[in-house]
């Protein structure tokens, strides 16, 4: 059974800081996704991640994948205000049709 | 603008009383995802429709029932709600295509909270 884990799960941070989100996960994939959600909101899709060694940046967030030691991170750099929010990484089984959610990890950033 | 829509957006029930929750999507994906989520909690996933084929969490209990008549739309039934259904309950999307590169992005409608009193 797949089991993803997403560390810290609380993070409070000051705006202007560098901060990063670590995800593991316990079996092979070479497919990781990274979702936003907002309070009461649904998930938004930041980063596809498709292959070992794969990197992807979007403003202030980056994101990369290491197959062989199946880990994720997403990288904050230089926080501000409206990045509050919980951030999800998802792994794709190799079955191809199913995604395996980390547990989440509710980021605030303070002014 | 393609996307995957729900509704109601917020539904509210009694105990035990059925109710029905609506996702349609223009994104013309064969796959159809159901998920349940719990305040801070991950999504938890219930049921997918690849094209027709129904695909069952085994841990989903029997009072979740899904149909999708047709490509566009998926319909989730809860037949005898209780309190602890009271959920976000969101639908995903992905084109799904066995062969090389392929890979199962979703993408999601902006939920459905339902509340049982």
């Known amino acids: 059974e797949l089991k993803v884990e997403q560390n810290p799960l609380f993070l409070s941070m000051q705006e202007g800081k560098n901060y990063t989100i670590y995800c593991n996960y316990s079996?092979?994939?070479?497919?990781l996704y990274w979702y936003r959600q907002d309070p009461g909101k649904s998930l938004e899709s930041l980063f596809v991640?498709?292959?070992?060694?794969a990197v992807k940046q979007e403003g202030r967030l980056m994101a990369s994948l290491d197959t062989k030691a199946r880990l994720s991170t997403l990288h904050i750099t230089a926080a501000v205000h409206d990045l509050s929010a919980t951030y999800f990484c998802?792994?794709?089984?190799?079955?191809?049709?199913?995604?395996?959610f980390g547990e989440g990890t509710q980021l605030t950033v303070n002014p | 603008d393609a996307m995957v829509i729900q509704n109601p957006r917020y539904q509210v029930t009694q105990f035990g009383k059925p109710v029905t929750l609506s996702c349609s999507q223009t994104?013309?994906?064969?796959?159809m995802y159901w998920y349940q989520q719990k305040s801070s909690q991950a999504p938890k996933l219930l049921f997918h429709?690849?094209?027709?084929?129904?695909?069952n969490e085994a841990d989903t209990p029997d009072n979740f029932q899904s149909r999708r008549p047709n490509t566009s739309f998926c319909f989730l039934d809860i037949r005898s709600p209780g309190l602890g259904d009271a959920a976000m309950y969101l639908c995903?999307?992905?084109?799904?295509?066995?062969?090389?590169?392929?890979?199962?992005?979703?993408?999601f409608g902006p939920g459905t909270r339902l509340t049982v009193l």
């Open positions: 995903a999307t992905s084109s799904l295509i066995f062969s090389g590169g392929a890979h199962n992005e979703q993408f």
């Open positions: 079996t092979t994939s070479d497919r």
């Open positions: 991640l498709l292959s070992n060694g």
């Open positions: 998802a792994v794709e089984e190799t079955s191809g049709s199913r995604l395996t």
């Open positions: 994104l013309n994906h064969n796959v």
């Open positions: 429709y690849y094209d027709k084929d129904f695909n």
